[in-house]
């Protein structure tokens, strides 16, 4: 039996065993204008969320082994549109990543990193898919035989790997911390942090959030909205805004800006997540 826990839709707990969705907690927030727009779902309720993940389990086999990890650049904005970019322009060579039946993984592939990041976030604790882990490259999927989640242990294995531009994914500011040290113990490498599934964070979170992190999303989360508006560089969107918390963030959220040809023109619609939390 696979086992697969995500936090998703409002950071409502999702338990997905065997193909099926066998647990739905309730949501954190009532509203996301993301889901809203692209799904329909005007309230997040348990109901709603079931079928919002039988959906993806159906689309694009979530959480089984006919899940399709690449994904082509549909010119929209966001995390891994970003680090899909950063792949395709060589800036980076691989980024850490989370995926469902492998746990933490390196990618080096734009269309994987869009596959993997762009479907599927706040992933808490999943269970090996042999078919899914067959499809990275040799010791790129941290630990095959649990799964396991470990974004620290993920940029250890890149260096292994002999990459030296890496980006890591983030939920938890405290791995961020480390991750800075370990950058320091290495000359020729560079760490590029990118936050995630950021909803929940506290106010002195989010402020270490901008003391490490290259980009990060403002997901639903009042106090990344709140320190960003003083101290991010620059941001791009309203609803779901996603902050350059540094020099090198705000260099890759501007190219990223620039092949899509600019800023989408406002619509009048900017209705944030319901509450901010």
């Not at 101290?231 to 609803?239: I, N, Y």
Request: with cysteine.
């Amino acid at each position: 039996m696979d086992k697969h826990v995500i936090e998703a839709l409002g950071k409502a707990r999702v338990t997905v065993q065997d193909g099926k969705v066998v647990d739905v907690e309730e949501s954190k927030i009532e509203y996301c204008p993301l889901f809203h727009k692209h799904r329909g779902i005007e309230k997040l309720t348990p109901e709603e969320i079931k079928k919002n993940i039988e959906f993806r389990i159906d689309d694009f086999g979530m959480c089984t082994k006919d899940r399709v990890l690449r994904l082509k650049d549909f010119l929209s904005f966001g995390i891994s549109e970003i680090l899909s970019t950063l792949l395709d322009e060589n800036i980076i060579d691989c980024v850490v990543m989370v995926c469902e039946g492998c746990g933490t993984v390196l990618v080096t592939e734009s269309e994987l990193a869009q596959g993997v990041g762009g479907r599927v976030s706040g992933l808490v604790e999943t269970s090996p898919i042999p078919e899914l882990i067959e499809q990275f490259l040799p010791n790129h999927v941290l630990d095959e035989e649990n799964a396991s989640i470990d974004q620290v242990e993920g940029f250890r294995l890149a260096i292994e790997n002999g990459y030296k531009n890496i980006a890591v994914t983030l939920c938890n500011p405290e791995d961020g911390v480390i991750l800075r040290e370990l950058e320091n113990e290495y000359d020729d490498v560079n760490v590029y942090l990118f936050g995630v599934h950021s909803t929940g964070l506290s106010t002195e979170e989010a402020e270490l959030v901008f003391d490490l992190y290259d980009v990060v999303t403002g997901c639903a989360s009042k106090p990344i909205r709140e320190v960003g508006a003083e101290r991010a560089l620059c941001s791009v969107g309203t609803s779901i805004p996603i902050f350059a918390a540094s020099e090198k963030g705000k260099e890759f959220v501007e190219l990223r800006l620039d092949k899509i040809g600019g800023p989408k023109k406002k619509t009048g619609n900017s209705r944030h997540p319901e509450p901010l939390i």
